[in-house]
């Protein structure tokens, strides 16, 4: 069965630096890959999605994340944090219609 | 505007009481989820449905019990058997039938049991 194994519960950057958020998956077939961002007592939000087309997949807020199969890793990043990036950011794959969630990765973003 | 909504917000639950959540999508979309959520483990799904008066059990169905009857509405029940229902708890909504369509999620409802 598909997985994904995001590293770091928590990571935390100052105002402007870059965020590199960890995930790695594992599929039998070729995966479709997704990354949420949930804010405090809200629901998760779609950033930015793998459909195998291209392999470096551009998402909302300046985020982006860059397949890279030889590694079996889906890394989202954003060149400079913002305040309002602080939030838990959840990898996903998707195989047979069954959508696996890895355990989140809660960023805090330092002024 | 097309969403899902839930309710409600917050929830207290004495012990030995069920209780149900609601969960509706105006998307138009065949299949629905619930969640739950605690900390440090990710979203882990309880039951899923992917066409009207069927739904399938997930990976902790044991104390949940779920309906749906209309399209639009998937509510889940969460039963006095379930053993530590203090979480938060996800609805999601997709577009049916490929692996590549992404997953709507509600705002949530936090089940407190006292």
């Known amino acids: 069965a598909q997985s994904v194994t995001q590293l770091g519960s928590h990571v935390s950057v100052s105002e402007g630096a870059l965020v590199l958020l960890r995930c790695n998956y594992s599929?039998?077939?070729?995966?479709?890959l997704f990354w949420y961002v949930q804010y405090p007592n809200q629901g998760l939000q779609l950033l930015l999605k793998?459909?195998?087309?291209?392999?470096l997949v551009k998402g909302i807020n300046g985020f982006e994340a860059e397949f890279k199969k030889s590694e079996t890793s889906f890394h989202l990043t954003k060149p400079s944090a913002h305040m309002s990036d602080a939030a838990e950011y959840f990898c996903?794959?998707?195989?047979?219609?069954?959508?696996?969630f890895g355990a989140g990765t809660r960023l805090t973003v330092k002024p | 505007d097309g969403g899902i909504t839930q309710s409600p917000k917050y929830l207290f639950r004495k012990e030995g009481q069920n209780v149900t959540l609601s969960c509706e999508q105006n998307?138009?979309?065949?299949?629905m989820y619930w969640y739950r959520q605690d900390p440090g483990q990710g979203l882990r799904l309880i039951y899923y449905?992917?066409?009207?008066?069927?739904?399938q059990k997930g990976d902790i169905a044991e104390g949940y019990s779920v309906s749906r009857e209309k399209k639009e509405s998937f509510p889940l029940t969460v039963t006095s058997a379930q053993k530590n229902p203090t979480a938060f708890y996800l609805c999601?909504?997709?577009?049916?039938?490929?692996?590549?369509?992404?997953?709507?999620f509600g705002p949530g409802t936090r089940l407190t049991v006292l």
């Open positions: 998307l138009n979309h065949d299949a």
């Open positions: 996903a794959v998707s195989e047979n219609n069954d959508m696996r």
């Open positions: 793998y459909t195998s087309a291209a392999t």
């Open positions: 599929s039998s077939v070729p995966p479709y």
């Open positions: 449905s992917q066409i009207v008066n069927d739904f």
């Open positions: 999601a909504s997709s577009i049916q039938g490929q692996s590549f369509n992404e997953q709507f």
